[in-house]
């Protein structure tokens, strides 16, 4: 039997993804704003049809799932068509499109989710005489604050089950200043699928891809995530502002960065404008000098709020010690009384790092989270059990939980300390040879514990003065430096 040609080959593969059952609606997904419905009969073979729907004024986002009855060998192709023009063909390789102005699914183009009849295009390539294959188009929209059709373009959690998922929170590309060698050597904006390949290589489970000022980099996010699906792409802007950058993470649409103008009029406002768009802010590199040399890099917004913030970034590339390091701005903000997640990025501008800067994943920030989803690892950096791998090696572990009576808490978490002492359990994994360092209140404690094994348990136990508001846990190596870096335990003393 002869061997079937590329195009033969091509057209079924195309009629068997089209055999493919749509993907359900997913859990929690709130109704659509509009259901489609209708039948492909035998008579509509080898012809187009077209379903109109109205999208009302103010859509950010539209979310389309196609699903119908394949029974019959009706084979049903998909596109669509705004008022103004063509949005995309899909032919029968997807049930899932979604377009919003900073991205879309791959073969629809992105751009304003224009207000006006739009069309559902239908191609049916084969129909048998006589059949009848009854179809079903559900339609979300975004509107406002609502994020009905986000949520139903998000794709499932890429791991299940609770665990510390590793992650690299700071990282550009071609879509704001990233540079990389080309094929014959040239210096050129660096494509994101290399620093996403950076980043899988590096063993990570979660990275947020931060340029600076845009979304556009959402797009690329469609494009990839399907086949890198070990590990997770969160969109993230790095918002450059004249006083400083601040990193708006798991946003899901653009956040104005022209702090100081009617647009931005305050630090406030940007603030209300990141938790719509479904963010968490961290402050970054927020002790870097402000010059000629980085402009507007370290932290000098008047008004900020902090307490509506999240993070800040405490390891920035190779700065971990030294007034180039965020030890000393967070340690203030935590003794401020404000709870805020120490974490860490790369801050990487080229996946081949050849100028000296820090690898993609060195720091590596690790996250206990519930699973390997967007809103898992966002929920995870919220509550503070977090650590920084300063090196990124993987297979480190700091794990914390203290004790004061019947009540724990882990790192992040708070507990109340009327009397007695406070009980730290500290295990540490990868780091034989160090030193278990705590720090009360920005200060480290005189007092350290040798770790003698590769996967060591440790029990410190504090008075009263040593452990009330906060204290944190930090492993160094045997000259000093930072290896593993803690988040707080919060000790209410009153």
Not at 44 to 55: I, N, S
Request: net charge negative; hydrophobic share 40%; with cysteine.
């Amino acid at each position: 039997m002869a061997a079937a040609s590329p195009l033969a080959a091509a057209l079924v593969a195309a009629t068997a993804l089209a055999a493919t059952p749509a993907a359900a609606t997913p859990q929690g997904v709130a109704a659509p704003d509009v259901v489609l419905t209708g039948d492909i009969t035998g008579q509509d073979h080898q012809t187009y049809r077209e379903a109109p729907f109205t999208v009302p004024a103010g859509v950010t986002r539209l979310t389309l799932r196609f699903d119908y009855d394949k029974g019959a060998h009706t084979v049903i192709d998909l596109g669509l068509l705004d008022p103004e023009r063509f949005r995309g063909w899909s032919g029968g390789s997807k049930s899932l499109v979604t377009i919003a102005p900073s991205d879309a699914t791959p073969s629809y183009l992105p751009g304003p989710v224009v207000a006006g009849r739009w069309r559902l295009l239908m191609g049916v390539p084969n129909a048998r005489p006589g059949s009848s294959s009854h179809y079903t188009a559900r339609i979300w929209f975004d509107r406002g604050d609502g994020h009905a059709a986000t949520d139903a373009a998000t794709p499932p959690p890429l791991r299940t089950g609770e665990g510390w998922y590793r992650g690299d929170l700071h990282m550009h590309g071609a879509h704001s200043d990233g540079s990389c060698a080309s094929q014959s050597g040239v210096k050129v904006p660096c494509p994101t699928f290399r620093t996403v390949e950076a980043a899988a290589a590096a063993g990570l489970d979660f990275i947020a891809l931060s340029d600076h000022n845009t979304a556009s980099q959402m797009d690329d996010i469609r494009e990839l995530q399907p086949w890198f699906d070990k590990l997770l792409l969160m969109p993230a802007t790095e918002i450059t502002t004249f006083h400083g950058h601040i990193q708006a993470i798991g946003l899901r649409r653009f956040v104005d960065f022209r702090l100081g103008t009617p647009h931005v009029p305050t630090m406030g406002a940007l603030a209300d404008d990141a938790a719509k768009a479904g963010a968490i802010l961290s402050i970054n590199h927020a002790d870097l000098p402000s010059g000629e040399l980085c402009m507007g890099c370290g932290w000098t917004a008047p008004g900020t709020p902090y307490d509506r913030l999240t993070a800040i970034e405490v390891v920035n590339a190779k700065n971990a010690e030294g007034p180039l390091s965020g030890f000393a701005f967070w340690y203030a903000r935590l003794n401020e009384g404000h709870h805020l997640t120490g974490i860490g990025g790369s801050d990487s501008h080229d996946p081949d790092a050849p100028d000296g800067r820090a690898p993609v994943g060195r720091p590596t920030t690790v996250v206990h989270a519930r699973e390997l989803s967007q809103e898992a690892i966002l929920d995870g950096i919220r509550s503070g059990d977090v650590f920084i791998d300063v090196e990124g090696k993987p297979g480190r572990l700091l794990e914390v939980e203290a004790e004061a009576g019947t009540a724990h808490a882990p790192m992040g978490g708070t507990l109340t300390l009327k009397e007695g002492a406070l009980t730290l359990d500290i295990h540490a994994a990868g780091v034989a040879g160090g030193v278990v360092e705590v720090v009360h209140k920005g200060q480290p404690l005189p007092e350290t514990t040798p770790i003698a094994s590769a996967d060591a348990r440790t029990r410190v136990t504090l008075r009263r003065e040593q452990a009330c508001g906060w204290v944190a846990v930090n492993i160094r190596d045997g000259k000093g430096a930072p290896l593993l870096v803690g988040n707080p335990v919060y000790v209410d003393c009153r």
